[in-house]
T-cell receptor, first 112, second 116 residues
């Protein structure tokens, strides 16, 4: 069993839909949680960074962490075709700068 | 924001040659840089962690003599793939952690290596 599980998709939604992306994990030591967006043939771009449990909102993006369930989510409101990319969750036990463990990524396609 | 560059973005080489990839933090100092490898439709796999001025720490299964890492300054790390073989063809991505910053990793755009 992988430490971080993420549905690979692809997830196809119409433009304007609310998108829910999720990761589950098994290591209870993880404290820092991140979401990265990766366009094809490009490096990952940091979208959201959260410490411990709770919600964090940034524009159309909301990150949720439920440590009791070992479950994290990224919500995208009013999805746009430009949101089409692979979304990677990542987590770390000590601080967000070291020992990142990545999920396999979910490929999202937003259709106009 | 923090910007990380990589050069070259794409390289094609013959089997047996060595290839050097540069990773630079453009607007911040990075005491720690990381090198990842990513196969098509797969996630990033950490290869090694390099700290400025010291030897890199390699992940299990990564040959340190094949993947030479040098982190000579706070803004530059290099990965040299020595005696490259077709199975080394992959997407290599570096990241840098900003010293004293939010402690997150900022990723470069990646280098696509094709060994013929």
């Amino acid at each position: 069993q992988k430490e971080v599980e993420q549905d690979p998709g692809p997830l196809s939604v119409p433009e304007g839909a609310i998108v829910s992306l999720n990761c589950t994990y098994s290591n209870s030591a993880f404290q820092y949680f991140m979401w990265y967006r990766q366009y094809s043939r490009k490096g990952p771009e940091l979208l959201m960074y959260t410490y411990s449990s709770g919600n964090k909102e940034d524009g159309r993006f909301t990150a949720q962490v439920d440590k009791s369930s070992k479950y994290i989510s990224l919500f995208i409101r009013d999805s746009q075709p430009s949101d089409s990319a692979t979304y990677l969750c990542a987590m770390s036990p000590n601080n967000a700068g070291n020992m990142l463990t990545f999920g396999g990524g979910t490929r999202l396609m937003v259709k106009p | 924001g923090a910007v990380v560059s990589q050069h070259p973005s794409r390289v094609i080489c013959k089997s047996g040659t060595s290839v050097k990839i540069e990773c630079r933090s453009l607007d911040f100092q990075a005491t720690t840089m990381f090198w990842y490898r990513q196969f098509p439709k797969q996630s990033l796999m950490l290869m090694a962690t390099s700290n400025e001025g010291s030897k890199a720490t390699y992940e299990q299964g990564v040959e340190k003599d094949k993947f030479l890492i040098n982190h000579a300054s706070l803004t530059l790390s290099t990965l040299t793939v020595t005696s490259a073989h077709p199975e080394d063809s992959s997407f290599y991505i570096c990241s840098a952690r900003e010293s004293g910053g939010q402690e997150t990793q900022y990723f470069g755009p990646g280098t696509r290596l094709l060994v013929l």
